[in-house]
């Protein structure tokens, strides 16, 4: 890969790209389904079904868009725009409809639509996007970097989709109102707009010429080889590396979707808070979450990610357990909530941190197994397995509060509603997070392991075919789950 400087204004206009990735999930993942239910209408099953077919459609719809960009740039668009940063260019003009979620008194349908819509142009904008660390930087601390402007990005990005909607109450007077979260979604909007112009101006691709077999016409188009789109799927899956650092970042992310469903109910309900209340307690945990990201930076670099990941497991857990230790012990005062949930966003953020800083060398260990480079795959392969496992956490936490018997457009709930929502806090974040802590202990990727899988790499990129040392063959195949002798695209070999 050609060296290429990455300067300040690089990492700042990458990492700004979370205002939107980060940004827009914050806010659909903590008020969405409050949103539908308390001033729409709408009943919890209707909102869950909502967010559950919006994400299992986009689900879909990610890896797709991952194969294209892999592919892109065989097309004239491709080699004129950039086979990522194209899809980046034609979603700026509809991220707007970002606002339109956010309009009260509408129907199901127009709900469904709205949201549907949404989630294809973030897919569209996200998934080339998470390619870009790996494309302009083979270099481990670089890329650390990256998703360090990445993930701080996000999460002041998620401080203010907390803290907005106080803010906006207290302007119009102290009222809550459903109002408050359409001039959330304008603003927001803007936001992405700009970011996403910006990432277009200060990123960078790969050097077509760096690229295998680029200038070689494809055997079929890229939109319609969906055999090899598939098999492009499911031969990431094969990298053992690959397949725990899905675990790890399914119980990080999925444990977070839980705590975000149940936490404003839990508020409003349990506490009997506003949504001003919400806001400063969520707030609260947003800006440790911050702080948290820079601990997190510094101590994958220096203890490597699954020890710092095992951390932040327990952190977010006692978060979880304080949170619930105050409600049974009768406590009232908001103050000592907003200060356990410190304790939580200590390990959300480095949870948050973690997934992505490891995401960008994936692509590394694809390579040394298959000869190619995937980035978009591997893009593709992560969004639609966190989407359809939100999908599901969502699904089945508003199905159960549905059962449980919440009536919309109302605070005033059954007390079976309150222990439910009581009962999803205490049981669903800290049974996956149970499960990333077991698979953290398998994974074994960090700056040392990186460093010989390089190494290795470029002893195939010379055809040296040698046999490697005892201790680089036991790192390779640890990494890959593979044979030794099987890698490097096996045909590839002599």
């Avoid at 689900?59 to 991952?66: D, K, Q, R, T």
């Avoid at 002041?156 to 979260?181: C, M, Q, R, Y």
């Avoid at 009536?407 to 309150?418: F, L």
């Avoid at 195939?460 to 201790?471: G, V």
């Amino acid at each position: 890969m050609a060296a290429r400087q990455v300067r300040l204004g690089n990492y700042i206009a990458y990492g700004a790209n979370d205002f939107l990735g980060a940004g827009a999930m914050s806010i659909i993942g903590l008020w969405v389904t409050f949103f539908y239910t308390t001033y729409c209408g709408l009943t919890v099953a209707e909102a869950g079904l909502i967010v559950v077919a919006a994400r299992l459609l986009d689900a879909f719809f990610s890896p797709l868009i991952g194969y294209i960009s892999d592919h892109f740039h065989h097309t004239w668009f491709g080699k004129t725009f950039g086979r990522r940063r194209f899809f980046i260019l034609i979603a700026i003009p509809l991220l707007p409809s970002f606002a339109l979620m956010w309009v009260e008194g509408q129907t199901f349908w127009y709900y469904l639509v709205t949201y549907v819509f949404f989630e294809l142009v973030y897919a569209m904008e996200i998934i080339p996007y998470e390619t870009l660390a790996a494309e302009m930087s083979p270099n481990y601390a670089t890329k650390a970097k990256f998703a360090g402007a990445r993930i701080i990005c996000g999460q002041i990005a998620n401080i203010a989709a907390l803290w907005l909607p106080a803010l906006i109450v207290e302007h119009l007077g102290g009222k809550d109102s459903p109002t408050t979260f359409f001039y959330l979604g304008i603003t927001f909007s803007v936001f992405f707009v700009l970011v996403a112009i910006a990432v277009y101006l200060f990123t960078w691709e790969r050097p077509r010429a760096e690229i295998p077999n680029a200038d070689k016409p494809p055997d079929k188009s890229p939109f319609s080889n969906f055999e090899q789109l598939f098999g492009d799927l499911a031969a990431t899956m094969r990298i053992r590396a690959f397949r725990l650092h899905l675990g790890m970042y399914l119980g990080g992310y999925v444990s977070q979707d839980v705590l975000n469903v149940a936490l404003p109910y839990f508020i409003a309900f349990a506490l009997a808070g506003t949504i001003t209340t919400t806001a400063n307690i969520s707030a609260a945990m947003a800006i440790a979450q911050l702080v948290s990201v820079f601990v997190a930076i510094w101590a994958c670099l220096r203890f490597h990610p699954a020890p710092s990941y095992r951390v932040a497991l327990l952190l977010f857990a006692a978060g979880v357990a304080g949170l619930l230790a105050l409600y049974a012990a009768g406590v009232t005062d908001i103050f000592w909530y907003c200060a356990i949930v410190v304790i939580a966003g200590l390990g959300r953020g480095a949870l948050n941190y973690i997934p992505w800083s490891v995401y960008n060398y994936m692509p590394d260990v694809d390579e040394i197994v298959t000869g190619r480079r995937r980035e978009g795959a591997f893009a593709g392969v992560m969004t639609f397995v966190r989407k359809v496992m939100q999908s599901a956490a969502i699904f089945i936490a508003t199905q159960i509060l549905n059962f449980a018997g919440l009536i919309p457009k109302t605070m005033d709930q059954p007390a079976s509603v309150v222990t439910t929502v009581i009962l999803i806090v205490a049981v669903g974040p800290l049974a996956i997070m149970a499960f990333g802590f077991v698979v953290s202990l398998r994974f074994r990727l960090n700056s040392e392991t990186h460093a010989v899988l390089m190494q290795e790499i470029e002893r195939f990129k010379a055809n040296d075919f040698t046999a490697p040392t005892p201790a680089n063959r036991a790192v390779v195949e640890d990494l890959t789950g593979c044979r030794y002798d099987d890698l490097w695209g096996r045909v590839r070999r002599p």
